[in-house]
């Protein structure tokens, strides 16, 4: 039989002031879960482009073991990339959001497998995520691919992203968490 895909709750930034998105109480009757998120910032002026990412937190988890290793590539106009980071107090992506004046919007998929499990290891999160944007003329797009695994002995409750540096979501912004079960 198929896997199922059932939407367990939408979350929707409000007006401009949301200084993160949470999905909380989150039903451990799943194999894995499904974040599709849709991002843009009420407004900013970077100067950095980590401005331009999001953190998320796990069960409000801020232990650099917790997130031991992530891997990123991008494909970036005419380049690419990769890189990784050791060790972290969040999962960080490199989304590419910037301010709502500038007619881009980051939007991506990110996956959570085996989240009930409760042993140190077997969690993973990956992540599948694109910007593009229109400026003038020329368009400035980028999709990115990334990858963790979760050293955390419990199941995964809660799951929490913020904006980089006391940013905003804006009104526009808004993620859905679905639940699968591979084995109906």
């Given at each position: 039989?198929?896997?199922?895909?059932?939407?367990?709750?939408?979350l929707?930034?409000?007006?401009?002031?949301?200084?993160?998105?949470?999905f909380?109480?989150?039903?451990?009757?799943?194999?894995?879960?499904?974040?599709?998120?849709?991002?843009?910032?009420?407004?900013?002026?970077?100067?950095?482009?980590?401005?331009?990412?999001?953190?998320?937190?796990?069960?409000?988890?801020?232990?650099?073991?917790?997130?031991?290793?992530?891997?990123?590539?991008?494909?970036?106009?005419?380049?690419?990339?990769?890189?990784?980071?050791?060790?972290?107090?969040?999962?960080?992506?490199?989304?590419?959001?910037?301010?709502?004046?500038?007619?881009?919007?980051?939007?991506?998929?990110?996956?959570?497998?085996?989240?009930?499990?409760?042993?140190?290891?077997?969690?993973?999160?990956?992540?599948?995520?694109?910007?593009?944007?229109?400026?003038?003329?020329?368009?400035?797009?980028?999709?990115?691919?990334?990858?963790?695994?979760l050293?955390?002995?419990?199941?995964?409750?809660?799951?929490?992203?913020?904006?980089?540096?006391?940013?905003?979501?804006?009104?526009?912004?808004?993620?859905?968490?679905?639940?699968?079960?591979?084995?109906?």
């Amino acid at each position: 039989m198929a896997a199922t895909h059932e939407l367990i709750e939408t979350l929707t930034a409000t007006g401009g002031s949301s200084t993160s998105l949470e999905f909380t109480s989150i039903p451990q009757t799943y194999s894995d879960l499904e974040i599709v998120w849709n991002f843009k910032y009420n407004s900013f002026s970077s100067s950095h482009a980590s401005y331009h990412n999001t953190f998320w937190r796990i069960n409000g988890v801020s232990t650099n073991t917790v997130y031991p290793f992530q891997y990123q590539g991008m494909h970036y106009g005419s380049g690419t990339a990769r890189w990784y980071y050791n060790t972290s107090t969040f999962f960080e992506l490199l989304s590419g959001i910037a301010a709502d004046n500038t007619y881009s919007t980051a939007c991506g998929r990110m996956m959570f497998y085996d989240y009930t499990n409760s042993s140190t290891t077997g969690k993973s999160i990956q992540s599948f995520h694109s910007n593009m944007s229109y400026n003038a003329d020329q368009y400035d797009r980028s999709m990115l691919a990334q990858s963790s695994n979760l050293n955390y002995a419990s199941s995964v409750t809660s799951i929490k992203v913020y904006p980089y540096n006391n940013n905003y979501f804006d009104g526009e912004s808004y993620m859905k968490l679905y639940g699968i079960n591979r084995s109906a």
